[in-house]
């Protein structure tokens, strides 16, 4: 068999959009429809520059920070979650606030207010800077301890070694977790584990999939953006996986055709920010290149959805019954 005629391309499925990044970007598409642009997002509503870029042409402004929302309009907070005082601010300049918080997140925020409430430390694993981190830590800024990996645990100092919990950033690599989750239980043998696990189960799908991709394939192309902590991941977890080679990029363009040297097995997937479009795109792209023969591979199916905002729903509800409300209520 010819180079040319063995190429392929191995389609990880799941892939793609989760259940809370579609929720988190219907939300300011329905914003932007029940009440008209401009509609302040604070932060990316979700990490993907096309996303970002889609819903700045509908006619949402995306801030980095509460104070550059004019006092009185309308700001959706991000998937990623805020901290309370995020919440504070919005309130003290008469924001009308949509949070699109994802669930998930939404929950380990809850852990750590539970958690903080009955005086335990809370080890956070997570890095250093990402949102959902900050919005995080931002619940019980003086019980949080961050540990980015297994070399922070030697350094860690708590009040109270037998009353430890710890917790986690959603869109960690489930292996590196746990390899810090065991450096953490061998310093602190009585540390408490959440009483689930925080890993979502779109990036745990996702990181299995590219698992199962990874070791059959000579390259791994992500598609997703720099700044997306599960994308990143993926790279990484399908170089551990076997790959020779894999590669992180926001759009087909960006592939370089010297990755395709010696190649006849190119994986692809996506992180879970990224619309399909643009896998599509990078499947035309390979296409003509030669790598016509796709194969899905299944790992696992999704079919969990989440409602939108409290917030949207009351508005879309009074708009559907005829009394129409114009806009959210102040936070």
């Not at 997703?224 to 990484?236: A, F, M, P, Q, T």
Request: glycine share 8%.
């Amino acid at each position: 068999m010819t180079a040319e005629t063995s190429r392929r391309v191995l389609l990880a499925a799941p892939r793609g959009y989760c259940a809370g990044v579609d929720r988190a970007v219907i939300t300011v598409e329905k914003a932007l429809e029940q009440y008209g642009s401009p509609i302040y997002v604070r932060k990316q509503i979700v990490h993907n520059k096309y996303v970002v870029q889609t819903l700045e042409k509908k006619g949402a402004i995306f801030v980095d920070e509460t104070q550059e929302v004019p006092e009185g309009a309308i700001v959706i907070f991000s998937a990623h979650g805020v901290a309370p005082v995020v919440h504070e601010e919005a309130a003290g300049r008469s924001l009308a606030s949509i949070d699109a918080t994802c669930p998930l997140v939404t929950k380990v925020h809850k852990e750590a207010q539970r958690f903080a409430g009955e005086d335990y430390d809370i080890l956070l694993i997570g890095h250093e800077g990402h949102e959902e981190v900050v919005g995080t830590m931002g619940e019980a800024p003086d019980r949080i301890h961050l540990v980015d990996g297994p070399q922070d645990v030697p350094g860690l100092r708590v009040r109270d070694e037998n009353k430890l919990v710890w917790l986690s950033q959603t869109t960690l690599s489930v292996d590196e977790t746990m390899e810090t989750v065991d450096a953490l239980k061998e310093r602190f043998p009585t540390l408490v584990s959440p009483p689930s696990d925080d890993i979502c189960y779109a990036t745990q799908n996702r990181q299995v999939a590219v698992k199962q991709i990874g070791a059959d394939a000579d390259l791994v192309i992500v598609v997703g953006s720099k700044n997306s902590s599960n994308s990143v991941r993926l790279v990484e977890v399908a170089l551990q996986a076997g790959a020779r080679d894999a590669h992180l990029v926001d759009f087909a363009d960006e592939i370089d055709e010297a990755w395709l040297e010696g190649v006849s097995t190119v994986g692809v997937t996506s992180g879970a920010s990224v619309p399909e479009v643009l896998v599509d795109g990078v499947l035309e792209w390979l296409a003509g290149h030669g790598y016509e023969d796709v194969e899905i591979v299944t790992s696992a199916r999704e079919s969990i959805q989440f409602s939108l905002p409290k917030e949207l729903r009351r508005d879309l509800r009074a708009e559907a019954a005829g009394t129409g409300a114009a806009a959210p209520r102040t936070s």
